[in-house]
């Protein structure tokens, strides 16, 4: 069955460290891959997207994640958090075959401490 | 800016009631969404739409009912809501295609009494 999983639920990370969230996804093939960030409140805004390529992808606010089909993750990585990176991050998954439908992750929600 | 609007940001309903919440994009999509999202269960599809007057089911279809009479509208309907659909809901957009992602509204806290 196609699956999308983050395994970490809750993080917490102190202001100026490195951050990295996990995403693993059992798909027949490579699908399309996306991270999301919830802030309080709010919907959800896309931070960035793979498709094919290089497999290092840049995102807004600083943000990147490295593609490793051999692991099928799909992680996403901070070199320093700031407060305002406080929220919750979903990855999706997308089978390149779909019309557009995606597959959301249950969340980690991330806190940063001073 | 590309925008997807949600009616209300905050909903107090009384239990039995028939609640509409309403989602409008602006940027002549063609699939829209409906997620309902709860502590600890992420994202769960309710209800899309891949053209007007098109709807499918999602996960979790019991107790809602959807409306696309046109393109930029896209209706969440509780027949009669109950305090277990005291929730978040969002709603989204995207063009056809996977690659292109979603475009999310604002959600609407739903709270049934």
């Known amino acids: 069955a196609q ?57 807004i606010k600083g943000f990147e994640a490295e593609f490793k089909r051999s692991q099928s ?23 390149t075959d779909s019309w557009g439908k995606l597959q959301f992750g249950a969340g980690t929600q991330v806190v940063v401490t001073p | 800016d590309v925008k997807v609007t949600q009616s209300s940001r905050y909903l107090v309903k009384r239990t039995g009631e028939k609640v509409f919440l309403e989602c409008v994009q602006d940027m002549d999509h063609e699939n829209m969404f409906w997620y309902r999202q709860d502590p600890g269960l992420g994202l769960r599809l309710i209800y ?25 509208r896209f209706s969440l309907i509780l027949e ?25 509204g604002s959600g609407t806290r739903l709270t049934v009494v």
């Open chain 2, 48 to 72: 899309f739409s891949y053209d007007v007057k098109m709807k499918e089911k999602g996960d979790i279809p019991e107790g809602y009912s959807v409306s696309r009479e046109k393109k930029e």
């Open chain 1, 73 to 95: 993750s799909f992680n996403l990585r901070k070199p320093s958090v700031h407060w305002s990176d406080a929220a919750e991050y979903f990855c999706a998954v997308g089978p």
């Open chain 2, 80 to 104: 009669s809501a109950s305090t277990n659909q005291t929730s978040m809901y969002l709603c989204a957009s995207s063009l056809t295609g996977v690659g292109y992602g979603y475009t999310f």
């Open chain 1, 3 to 59: 699956s999308v999983t983050q395994p970490d639920i809750h993080i917490t990370v102190s202001e100026g460290a490195s951050l990295e969230l996990r995403c693993n996804y059992s798909y027949g093939a490579t699908p399309y891959l996306f991270w999301y960030v919830q802030s309080p409140g709010q919907g959800l805004q896309l931070l960035l997207k793979y498709f094919s390529g290089d497999t290092l992808v840049q995102g």
